[in-house]
């Protein structure tokens, strides 16, 4: 007999939300598709399929469902292949296992200690303690806070890079306090 | 008798410098070439050609000589053509007839009140007084400042970037006097 014919995969995209990659999550899909019975008829029925996402999977991520696709007499169904895609996020941005986000800081903040509370992927409220000269383009690392990586330890970092506003004015009392305090010297 | 061919133009580039272009210069430039004396005999010699640079010339303005190319019996000689180059500048650069350049500020002269010198291509001191809160990306415009156009009315600006530069570090007492002096609203 001829070597039964398979079709080429049928792929879908599963987008999925930078929470969902982050933390995992259990999506079903419902899918419709022929069967063959034993006596040889087309039936049309309704199937749910359950992805477990895994915590750190990236945009391009398979999952295959082999032969799930409509079944037909001499013919092996094709392969049901779901390819993760990444929905953009509001705050985060995924650079591989890190994790960039724009944090704007008003010049008074960025020159003096301040404490900046981040809600991470799994809601929990991080405190970031800033001592340091807070500078326009500064980049914080808070290592370990990135995205989970494929092996536990491999978990990437969160990257805070600073945009600092200044005042649209500043009175000449200000300025005479500013030119006094501020040093004239030891500029990065 | 046949009409005489006339050989395709021989260009060469004129690299000026943007003071140079700002200001107008008087270039000469020394060419060998062939002529055919009445006798029909080939010469080579030398010529000196000048060319007084405009104030406002860009980079592809063309100046052609007609037929100073090579001489030959039975040819129209090819145009010798100058096309204008522009030298980059160390501090400006143009932008159709505007001007930009970059200017590192420190915190200090950028909260208050500060005059900035820039020399002009001309090698004036030009006294730009900065008395507004400068702040990282800003834009100083100076009207009329940059490049000359072909209408002496159609001078570009010049446009000054600044780059704040931040201290590398603040004591405690110098971060008290700031969290009381700067303003904590009214953010631009």
């Known amino acids: 007999p001829a070597i039964p014919k398979k079709a080429p995969p049928v792929e879908n995209r599963l987008v999925c939300s930078l929470e969902e990659l982050y933390i995992g999550s259990t999506r079903k899909m419902k899918i419709s598709r022929n069967i063959v019975d034993a006596a040889g008829n087309i039936n049309h029925v309704e199937e749910i399929l359950t992805i477990n996402v ?10 295959t469902f ?3 696709g409509n079944e ?5 169904p094709a392969d049901l292949v779901f ?28 020159l003096t200690d301040f404490n ?24 914080k690392v ?34 005479v306090v500013i030119s006094q305090v501020l040093p004239r010297e030891s500029y990065r």
């Open 54 to 63: 895994k915590p750190g999977w990236r945009k391009g991520t398979k999952i």
């Open 66 to 68: 082999p032969e799930k």
């Open 72 to 76: 037909q007499p001499g013919f092996i």
């Open 83 to 110: 390819i993760i895609d990444e929905k953009p996020h509001d705050i985060f941005k995924r650079e591989g296992n890190d994790l960039i986000m724009s944090q704007k800081i008003n010049l008074t903040d960025a």
């Open 116 to 139: 900046l509370t981040v809600v991470t992927l799994d809601g929990r409220q991080l405190l970031v303690p800033l001592n340091e000269v807070v500078y326009p383009g500064y980049e």
């Open 142 to 175: 808070i290592a370990k806070e990135g995205m989970p990586g494929k092996e536990p330890g491999k978990r990437g970092n969160l990257r805070i890079k600073f945009d600092v506003r200044f005042p649209a004015k500043l009175s000449s009392e200000q300025k």
